[in-house]
């Protein structure tokens, strides 16, 4: 079941395309506070080779992200480390898998993937972008840290364990 609908993910591009450069900052420290280590998974970019420019286009995605977390107004526990890690262990696993099958056993694959993402808007918008981005740019050896890092900040959102609530069944 996704956490975040199509109204969050929605509102969230609304809101952050409408952020002038302080209300981004404002957004930026925010995340800092909440998930500094989904901060951290771009800001790393930078020492994978990734440019500035490049960098900036992962940061907005992030900040799409986060803000359509905050839209879904659930409690979102602190994404560790160790949770982006098992993450992109899984993600990986999944596009390798692909890759030793036959072209139409790989589409199958990847739409049986897709479907069974709990998290679809949020994952077609990131891979939308992705995809627009891609044909944007000059290709780079380091455009597939900014993939994989965009990626893995849709599962981690879609996959961490959620806080229990408190109400029992």
């Known amino acids: 079941m ?14 952050v395309s409408a952020m002038d450069l ?15 280590n989904m901060f951290g998974s771009v800001l790393v970019l930078q020492r994978m080779g990734v440019s500035p420019e490049k960098m900036d ?29 098992k993450q992109m262990a899984r993600y990986v696993a999944a596009v390798r898998f692909g890759e030793d099958l036959s072209p139409a056993q790989s589409q ?4 049986q993937y897709l479907n069974a993402h709990p998290e679809k808007q949020l994952l077609a918008y990131v891979t939308t972008e992705l995809t627009k ?3 944007s740019v000059a290709p780079d050896e380091s455009d597939k840290y900014v993939m994989l890092g965009c990626a893995n900040l849709v599962n981690c959102i879609a996959f961490v364990p959620m806080p229990a609530t408190g109400k029992k069944a």
């Open 133 to 135: 981005w891609l044909g």
């Open 22 to 36: 302080r209300q981004k900052e404002a957004l930026a420290d925010e995340l800092f506070r909440a998930q500094p």
């Open 57 to 85: 286009f992962a940061l907005n995605l992030l900040f799409i992200c986060f803000q359509a977390m905050k839209e879904a107004g659930l409690p979102w526990p602190l994404i560790t480390e160790a949770e982006q890690d």
């Open 2 to 15: 996704s956490r975040v609908s199509q109204n969050a993910v929605v509102s969230a591009i609304k809101s």
């Open 108 to 111: 199958r694959a990847m739409m």
